[in-house]
Nanobody
Framework: QVQLVESGGGLVQPGGSLRLSCAAS????????MGWYRQAPGKQRELVAS???????NYLDSVKGRFTISRDNAKNTVYLQMNNLKPEDTAVYYC????????WGQGTQVTVSS
């Protein structure tokens, strides 16, 4: 089982940027699709962005043009660059496979507030 550790969250003002990182304990080279998810208080967890092993990406409509997902298989790491953050982006962010999930990490809190 791949273990996942997210980092890079924090408190940022609207319009600000953050870069999240997800370090995997095992190789993600053979994991076809990796994704970033988020869960806001009182809401269900949702898939924000995904990336295939070939580099194809997909985004939730509300983050298109603002978020960029990338992966470095050699470093077993997945990233999420978040720009022009909005208060509605406030959530705990998690990474995981898309499909059959590995155990969830602790996530990283992103708070967008003035």
């Amino acid at each position: 089982q791949v273990q996942l550790v997210e980092s890079g969250g924090g408190l940022v003002q609207p319009g600000g940027s953050l870069r999240l990182s997800c370090a995997a304990s095992g190789s993600i080279f053979r994991i076809n699709v990796m994704g970033w998810y988020r869960q806001a208080p009182g809401k269900q967890r949702e898939l924000v962005a995904s990336i295939t092993s070939g580099g194809s990406t997909n985004y939730l409509d509300s983050v298109k043009g603002r978020f960029t997902i990338s992966r470095d298989n050699a470093k077993n790491t997945v990233y999420l660059q978040m720009n022009n953050l909005k208060p509605e982006d406030t959530a705990v962010y998690y990474c995981n496979k898309v499909g059959i999930w590995s155990p969830w990490g602790q996530g990283t809190q992103v708070t967008v507030s003035s």
